[in-house]
């Protein structure tokens, strides 16, 4: 892809952070957050598994809930629960708290609930929808930005997908306009952005190709680039580029104190230097089969564990989604 | 040879391999099969999803949902000989779930309106984790056939790996639910004598749904129930056999795990909800450790003597001063990779040995395995005592 600018992710009123389950996601939607609520600007995260997983990267060992707590200045973090929010839904449409508690909490109509489609992923783009509109005290919006970490069963497509399904099904009612609402918010090109996450390995690059075409013939979600996370450093030094190629040279029978087996060195920088190669190869395939700017992020040789590791993230994140790309 | 694997691979039925996505897991249920053909068993690998170079392996980019002998050649260069064979197919959900409405419908009409109805496709990929219980489906069909001596189970990538275990359960219990015989039968409950609050405020939910949903929305629903419920008992026999397979003595389990600390937690977790389902841990197969290749360094004696042995091996000069340096912190970061990765996997060691399950570890390779010898390679470390660099 040609080095372009893109506008800046933290411009955005929402966005979608999708990905197989392992790429990162909430790394990238905690670090998204971050660079945002520095930058002046008022985030809600939106979590939406079944465990919380964003307060722990955020500095917090205590659960948010679906009330939400800000948990960095400017930075609020929810869970989403989709029956939390139906029976909100609910009892602002029938107005009779106790009873919609009642039959909520009913062991069948769960049991309906649970196997019906649909509804969540409704009701949780309709409360998003909402807190999108919400208006704080000043007057402005609520939130500046909303980012949602999606969840990773298929790539969180059916989650963007139910709007539209529902508008070609239902004729008319409030449902209706309500999914017409939503619709026109997610196909938003300036307040709405789609962000896949991949990682340099070929299932889950071919799967992000897969997600971006079926965004492209389908939802109609802005998309415009791929975070690629976890590429690992370039495996030797400058000047030094050839050092697996000078470590095989070294004679079998090479007296080296520490070491039995010099030819280990040898297999050791080769293994190291072919991991790199795939992960090049694959970040490169993933911008040829998507069509789109990749933006890679560093492997973090410990994992992602707390608020340093997402602030080292971050900053990798929002200069070069700012700037330009591969 | 590690006899609780080959063990396995001989007495069960059918294995099936679990684990969070993006571990590996075909490529495990893959190179199992290959294991288990070796072995002389006449061999089912059913998978979901594969990536496209191991499917194009493995041939499976020409197979329909049917199982398919694997070509000749394809046996050779996996070394596996008569009477062993190695089938394998992908499995289709959305086909097999129509497949189970034609099987169960009592009239053709009855079918007809099922696989008509408008919501029936969204309900169909939906309904009960219907996808996963699809899976089972399919094993406990070809498992009653005498074609194949082992079935290995590459279960579907879902966001919550054990859905399919609750599947079989979940359809019975949703279609016995009071809601449900509401919906079936609205005259029959509003007919009753104190009937009873809940149905009441169900009742008005419904309503409420109704008049957000616009017209007909319910009564789609409340069709599709109706005609499903003439199948129910047939789909319900079938659910129970189902589970009885998979809890019984010829079905074993084996969970498929990546390295490092993030994905071993994962693995733990999906363990310990394993256990509850009481399903029978088998093993555990690590992928991708990082192992040593060959014996680990002397740090200490590497970081003094060693380090000036080495930058006079590779060229007395201050190219093989730096050259050395960067060799030797090249291995220190290698060693902590190693050490990371062994770490990682301590709770799922002790998890495997008190359940009295194997724990293989599998290396990283140079480059991911895509094709067959990748395949047979990884077959080899399977039944092998320790695992060796490849």
């Given at each position: 892809m040609l080095s372009q600018s893109l506008p800046s992710l933290t411009r955005r009123r929402l966005v979608v952070v999708t990905g197989k389950g392992g790429t990162g996601k909430s790394s990238v939607t905690a670090a998204l957050g971050l660079a945002a609520a520095r930058e002046g600007r008022r985030v809600l995260l939106v979590e939406t598994g079944r465990d919380e997983v964003l307060p722990r990267l955020l500095g917090s060992e205590r659960a948010v809930g679906y009330a939400g707590r800000e948990l960095q200045p400017g930075l609020t973090v929810m869970r989403m629960d989709p029956y939390e929010a139906l029976a909100e839904y609910l009892t602002l449409q029938l107005g009779l708290r106790r009873l919609v508690r009642g039959v909520l909490g009913n062991k069948g109509f769960r049991q309906l609930l649970d196997a019906s489609p649909g509804w969540r992923e409704l009701i949780t783009l309709g409360k998003i929808w909402h807190l999108e509109q919400q208006l704080g005290p000043g007057g402005g919006p609520l939130f500046d930005l909303i980012v949602v970490d999606a969840p990773a069963t298929g790539h969180g497509l059916t989650l963007l997908d139910v709007p539209r399904v529902v508008v070609a099904a239902v004729r008319a009612g409030p449902l209706r306009v309500n999914a017409e609402r939503v619709e026109s918010m997610l196909r938003d090109p300036v307040a709405t952005v789609l962000l896949p996450v991949a990682l340099p390995e070929e299932l889950p690059a071919r799967e992000t190709a897969e997600l971006v075409s079926s965004v492209r013939h389908g939802i109609g979600i802005p998309v415009d680039r791929v975070i690629v996370n976890g590429m690992p450093a370039p495996p030797f030094p400058k000047g030094l580029e050839d050092l697996d190629g000078m470590l095989e040279a070294l004679p079998p029978d090479a007296l080296i104190p520490?070491?039995?087996?010099?030819a280990v060195l040898a297999r050791c920088a080769h293994h190291v230097g072919e991991r790199h190669a795939l992960a090049d190869e694959f970040l490169g395939s993933i911008g040829a089969w998507t069509g789109l700017p990749t933006v890679p992020l560093p492997l973090l040789s410990g994992g992602v564990h707390g608020i340093a590791d997402v602030e080292s993230l971050a900053r990798v994140l929002v200069p070069k989604v700012g700037a330009a790309a591969t | 040879m590690s006899p609780q694997i080959i063990e396995m691979l001989r007495q069960r039925r059918i294995v099936v391999c679990v684990g969070c996505g993006g571990v590996g897991k075909t490529t495990t249920s893959a190179a199992l099969g290959i294991a288990a053909a070796r072995l002389g068993q006449r061999t089912l690998v059913l998978t979901i999803d594969p990536a496209k170079r191991l499917a194009d392996a493995l041939g499976l980019d020409r197979l329909g949902s049917e199982p398919t002998r694997l070509s000749h050649s394809i046996h050779e260069r996996a070394s596996v000989a008569a009477p062993g064979e190695l089938s394998a197919m992908m499995l289709d959900m959305k086909h097999t779930f129509d497949g189970l409405v034609e099987r169960f419908a009592k009239t053709d009409a009855e079918r007809e309106r099922i696989l008509r109805n408008p919501i029936y496709e969204h309900v169909s990929d939906a309904l009960a984790g219907s996808a996963e219980y699809s899976a089972m489906e399919k094993v406990f069909e070809l498992s009653?056939?005498?074609?194949?001596d082992l079935i290995i189970l590459d279960t579907p990538?879902?966001?919550?790996?054990?859905?399919f275990l609750e599947a079989p359960a979940r359809l019975m219990a949703f279609l016995e639910s009071s809601i449900v015989q509401l919906l079936l039968h609205p005259a029959f409950a509003a007919g009753r004598t104190g009937f009873r609050w809940f149905q009441r405020g169900a009742a008005r939910v419904l309503q409420t749904l109704e008049k957000l949903s616009g017209v007909g929305f319910l009564e789609d629903i409340s069709e599709f129930l109706l005609a499903f419920e003439g199948m129910s008992e047939g789909f319900q026999e079938r659910a129970r056999e189902v589970q009885e397979l998979l809890f019984g003595a010829e079905t074993g389990f084996v969970l498929a795990a990546g390295p490092g600390p993030e994905a071993s937690a994962q693995a733990t977790s999906l363990l310990t909800r394993l256990d509850a389902t009481g399903a029978r841990l088998e093993g555990v197969i690590l992928n991708r450790v990082l192992l040593w290749p060959g014996e680990a360094p002397d740090f200490d004696l590497l970081a003094g003597p060693g380090q000036k042995a080495l930058a006079h091996a590779l060229g007395a000069n201050p190219r093989g001063d730096d050259a050395a340096a960067a060799a030797i912190s090249l291995m220190r970061d290698f060693a902590a990779g190693v050490a990371r990765d062994a770490q990682a996997s301590l709770g799922l060691a002790e998890h495997a040995s008190r359940a009295g399950a194997f724990l293989r570890r599998i290396p990283e390779f140079d480059?991911?395995?895509?094709d067959l010898d990748g395949l047979a390679v990884m077959a080899d470390l399977l039944v092998e005592a320790e695992a060796q660099w490849p």
């Open positions: 520490g070491l039995q087996d010099p | 009653e056939s005498d074609a194949f990538p879902s966001q919550h790996a054990l859905d480059r991911d395995i895509a």
